[in-house]
Structures are given as C-alpha cells and as structure tokens.
Nanobody
Framework: QVQLVESEGGLVQPGGSLRLSCAGS????????IGWFRQAPGKEREGVSC????????YYVDSVKGRFTISRDNAKNTVYLQMNSLKPEDTAVYYC????????????????????WGQGTQVTVSS
C-alpha cells in the first residue's frame, strides 16, 4: 500500500511561487502516475495536473497552464508541483494521489480513477 505525504503549503503573496512535493512511502512511485487535485472553500475538488509514471506525459487544467509545472524524481520517490504567478483563486487545499491505470487527457481529472490520497496541504494566496 502506498502512503503519500504532501509538503507543507503556506501563505504566498499574489504573483509569488511555491513548490509542493508529494513523497511516497510503503511502495515505489515509479509505477504510478500521480495527480494533483485541489479543493477551495465551498467548491468541489478539481484536478490540477497529472504526470504519467515514466514522466513522459503531463496534463494541466486550463486555469494553471503556463503557471504550474508537474515533475517527478523517481530516485527520491517524489512528485513536485511548481506553482508560479500564483493568484488568489489558487487558494485551496492541495492533494496528491496515485492514478489507477494509464492517464489520458480524457480521464486524468476523474477522482474515481485515483486510489491513494495524501492528507492535503493548505495553500493560501493573499496579500
């Protein structure tokens, strides 16, 4: 069984940057595609980004394209989400999760495709 732990989020000013990490334990993450989700207050959880297990394919929700970058370091058993040019609307609890199967542009945002989830980390973008 895989355990996922997100790094601590924090308070960031608009236009700032933050890198989240998702560390795996209990099993190697090499064989898993990993997704990042977020849930803002009063809103449903939404898929933000996903990276395939070999790291060849990446996916982003339109609202973060060009600002967020997902990457992975299999040697460290960790997946990262680099967030730049942060906006107040990026404020949310961010979660990482393992994808069951192979992600495509048509399915990576479906929560039911994911098995193991981290506990979430709060990111607040505010001046």
């Amino acid at each position: 069984q895989v355990q996922l732990v997100e790094s601590e989020g924090g308070l960031v000013q608009p236009g700032g940057s933050l890198r989240l990490s998702c560390a795996g334990s209990g099993s190697t993450l090499d064989d898993y595609s990993i997704g990042w989700f977020r849930q803002a207050p009063g809103k449903e959880r939404e898929g933000v980004s996903c990276i395939s297990s070999p790291g060849v394919s990446t996916y982003y929700v339109d609202s973060v394209k060009g600002r967020f970058t997902i990457s992975r370091d299999n040697a460290k058993n960790t997946v990262y989400l680099q967030m730049n040019s942060l906006k107040p609307e990026d404020t949310a609890v961010y979660y990482c999760a393992t994808f069951r199967g192979r992600p495509y542009s048509s399915n990576w945002r479906h929560e039911y495709e994911y098995d193991y989830w981290g506990q979430g980390t709060q990111v607040t973008v505010s001046s």
